[in-house]
Nanobody, 116 residues
Framework: QGQLVESGGGLVQPGGSLRLSCAAS????????MGWYRQGLGKERELVTLITNSGRTNYADSVKGRFTISRDNANNTVYLQMNNLKPEDTAVYYCNARTLIGDAYWGQGTQVTVSS
């Protein structure tokens, strides 16, 4: 069974930065895209950003210009650099991977809290 392992969450002040990592391990073959979703307290899970295996990216309007996704295809790892963080970015961030045959994998989630 494949799994996604996340790291890098934490507490940061407004305007600060954090970097999240997500590594795919086990039997996850032919990943098409990897990305990040987030879910704030009392809110629905929403897409933050994703990157395909060819490097195409997509960002939610709320994070454009502040967040950057990157990917190491050789190691099936995806990174999320988050700059100029705002209190509204506070959420549990989940890594997601989709394969070419449509299988979906989720990480366990990592808490990001932006507060002074």
């Amino acid at each position: 069974q494949g799994q996604l392992v996340e790291s890098g969450g934490g507490l940061v002040q407004p305007g600060g930065s954090l970097r999240l990592s997500c590594a795919a391990s086990g039997r996850i073959a032919s990943i098409f895209y990897m990305g990040w979703y987030r879910q704030g307290l009392g809110k629905e899970r929403e897409l933050v950003t994703l990157i395909t295996n060819s490097g195409r990216t997509n960002y939610a309007d709320s994070v454009k210009g502040r967040f950057t996704i990157s990917r190491d295809n050789a190691n099936n790892t995806v990174y999320l650099q988050m700059n100029n963080l705002k209190p509204e970015d506070t959420a549990v961030y989940y890594c997601n991977a989709r394969t070419l045959i449509g299988d979906a994998y989720w990480g366990q989630g990592t808490q990001v809290t932006v507060s002074s």
